[in-house]
């Protein structure tokens, strides 16, 4: 089991910055990818961001690209997702997610996921 703890989100003004934390524990050395999820009221959870965490590779959804950044700290296993030029529509429940050692699916499903932080709320004003 891999259990994700996610903090960083709290209030801000539109054009703003947060950076989003999700300390992993647990069998972590069996995960492949960690990601990023969203959630707004009303609506379906989406993909915000990924990243292989052996390769350092990077993915990200058109929405967030060139104003978010996820990256990873090996001896922290901790991911983060830097945002920033912060939109009112980026306001949601921000999800850390990580795969297993067979990971299947593509990087941006939800369903290759097993593993869910409980959340946390970025919410940004006009």
């Known amino acids: 089991q891999v259990q994700l703890v996610e903090s960083g989100g709290g209030l801000v003004q539109a054009g703003g910055s947060l950076r989003l934390s999700c300390a992993a524990s647990?069998?972590?050395?069996?995960?492949?990818?960690r990601a990023w999820f969203r959630q707004a009221p009303g609506k379906g959870r989406e993909f915000v961001a990924a990243?292989?965490?052996?390769?350092?590779?990077?993915y990200y959804a058109d929405s967030v690209k060139g104003r978010f950044t996820i990256s990873g700290d090996n001896a922290k296993n901790t991911v983060y997702l830097q945002m920033n030029s912060l939109k009112p529509d980026d306001t949601a429940v921000y999800y850390c997610?990580?795969?297993?050692?067979?990971?299947?699916?593509?990087?941006?499903?939800?369903?290759?996921?097993?593993?869910w932080g409980q959340g946390t709320q970025v919410t940004v004003s006009s």
């Open positions: 990243i292989i965490w052996s390769a350092g590779n990077t």
């Open positions: 997610a990580a795969d297993g050692q067979r990971p299947s699916g593509s990087i941006y499903s939800l369903q290759r996921y097993p593993y």
């Open positions: 647990g069998r972590t050395f069996s995960t492949y990818t």
